[in-house]
């Protein structure tokens, strides 16, 4: 119930092109929906977050899709760069909760 | 406006061995978080403090343990350790009464030979 499954585990594109990370979750309790960004040796850094009153949101070159029937969601990277070459985390969390649940997690390398 | 700051960076133990880590959290924020992210792994969620209390614990032992101090900074106490406990540690900050959104530090990486 807790869970969340993330794919694909790695992911190359040439820049400018345009990666999908896919998230998929169970427990229907969940309302929160963040992307966390993380580089070898550093701490995940929040990337852009969703709550399911909204099916899309956008911040700069990044945009969450949510389905929330389907409870899935997917994190989109306009005009990736080669600087966009980290690990990607989705995670879910209940805003009356305390914890978050993480995804396995996407490495993504974007070749000049 | 400092971030949330972890001490030490790096850190090698032996099993059998005990280690505290420190976390001061972002300006402003007054509930802590602490997570374990194994190799390849996505991180998972230890405890939250809050209030200097645990508010909320995952499935961890009870060789976990914590503190809050009335600065809102934190410790993660691992006693008895394991070779299984080599992880990087790190821990998260929110603002009051919305807990869901966290910011990580850099966390501590923590090896036990």
């Known amino acids: 119930q807790q869970q969340v499954k993330q794919s694909p585990q790695s992911l190359i594109v040439q820049k400018g092109g345009i990666p999908i990370i896919n998230c998929a979750y169970e427990?229907?309790?969940?309302?929160?929906f963040p992307w966390y960004q993380q580089f070898p040796g550093k701490g995940p850094a929040l990337l852009i977050a969703?709550?399911?009153?909204?099916s899309e949101k956008k911040e700069g070159r990044f945009t969450i899709s949510f389905n929330k029937s389907a409870k899935q969601f997917s994190l989109h990277i306009m005009d990736s760069q080669p600087g966009d070459s980290a690990t990607y985390f989705c995670?879910?969390?209940?805003?009356?909760?305390?914890?978050?649940?993480f995804g396995g997690g996407t490495r993504l390398m974007v070749k000049p | 406006d400092a971030g949330v700051t972890q001490s030490p960076t790096h850190l090698i133990k032996t099993r059998g061995q005990q280690v505290t880590l420190r976390c001061s959290p972002k300006?402003?924020?007054?509930?802590v978080s602490w997570y374990q992210q194994a190799l390849g792994q996505g991180p998972q969620f230890i405890f939250q403090y809050y209030e200097e209390e645990e508010r909320q614990r995952g499935n961890f032992p009870d060789r976990f343990s914590g503190h809050q101090f009335p600065n809102y900074s934190s410790e993660l106490n691992v006693n008895a350790l394991l070779l299984g406990d080599s992880a990087l540690y790190l821990c998260?900050?929110?603002?009051?009464?919305?807990?869901?959104?966290?910011?990580f530090g850099p966390g501590t990486r923590l090896t036990v030979l």
């Open positions: 998260a900050s929110s603002l009051p009464g919305i807990t869901d959104t966290q910011y």
């Open positions: 427990n229907t309790a969940f309302d929160y």
């Open positions: 300006s402003g924020h007054d509930t």
């Open positions: 969703i709550r399911p009153d909204v």
């Open positions: 995670a879910a969390g209940q805003n009356a909760g305390n914890m978050l649940t």
